[in-house]
């Protein structure tokens, strides 16, 4: 089955600070991947997918990650952290097992705060 | 577009009534996920429709869950008896044909049961 495994719960960065996510996946097949941002008391919103094209991913406010399939890993960057960036992120993959169905799993989420 | 909409916003009940989540997808996508999410165990898909019909529900938890979309621009999620740990924040998600495109999620329901 695959998995999903964000490292760290939580990341706490200075506004101006490079904010760096991390995602790593387990998947035999090539996935699709993507990065969710949730604010409080709203639902995910999409910043940006992977999907075998380029393997530098730009997204919205600023977002990037970079898909490195010999470290199978996804991570969010963002160079300059700004107060509004503060919300939670989630990475996920979708992929399929075999079957003619994909799912999407989403990790477990890391929190970012910004502070001033 | 006014994106994917659920009601009610909040829910508390109590033990062993009936709950039944609501959700309006993206006009023209045909297909809806719910998906439910907990401190312990993040965000879990219960069940996935593709034109109205369920294709996989094999996250739907037990007896007490059951879904349907009677048509491409309604979908209820019903719990019925709730219990405890039932409660949790249910998404309703839509995409334009499937699995691999984009998933836009409602706001939520947060879901209380005492």
């Known amino acids: 089955a695959q998995s999903v495994t964000q490292l760290g719960s939580h990341v706490s960065v200075s506004e101006g600070a490079l904010v760096l996510l991390r995602c790593n996946y387990s998947?035999?097949?090539?996935?699709?991947l993507f990065w969710y941002v949730q604010y409080p008391n709203q639902g995910l919103q999409l910043l940006l997918k992977?999907?075998?094209?380029?393997?530098l991913v730009k997204g919205i406010n600023g977002f990037e990650a970079e898909f490195k399939k010999s470290e199978t890993s996804f991570h969010l960057t963002k160079p300059s952290a700004h107060m509004s960036d503060a919300a939670e992120y989630f990475c996920?993959?979708?992929?399929?097992?075999?079957?003619?169905?994909?799912?999407?799993?989403f990790g477990k989420g890391t929190l970012l705060t910004v502070n001033p | 577009d006014a994106g994917v909409i659920q009601s009610p916003r909040h829910e508390v009940t109590e033990m062993g009534q009936e709950v039944t989540l609501r959700c309006k997808p993206i006009?023209?996508?045909?297909?809806l996920f719910w998906y439910r999410q907990t401190m312990m165990r993040g965000l879990e898909l219960l069940i996935y429709?593709?034109?109205?019909?369920?294709?996989?529900d094999s996250g739907m938890p037990e007896d007490r869950f059951s879904a349907k979309m009677p048509n491409a621009s309604f979908s209820t999620l019903k719990i019925q008896p709730s219990e405890p740990r039932d409660s949790a924040v249910y998404f309703c998600?839509?995409?334009?044909?499937?699995?691999?495109?984009?998933?836009?999620f409602g706001p939520g329901t947060r879901l209380t049961v005492l």
């Open positions: 998600a839509s995409s334009l044909t499937g699995y691999t495109d984009t998933q836009y």
């Open positions: 998947s035999s097949v090539p996935p699709y």
């Open positions: 992977y999907t075998s094209a380029a393997t």
């Open positions: 996920a993959v979708m992929s399929n097992s075999g079957g003619s169905n994909y799912k999407l799993t």
């Open positions: 006009s023209g996508h045909n297909s």
């Open positions: 429709f593709n034109n109205n019909v369920p294709i996989d």
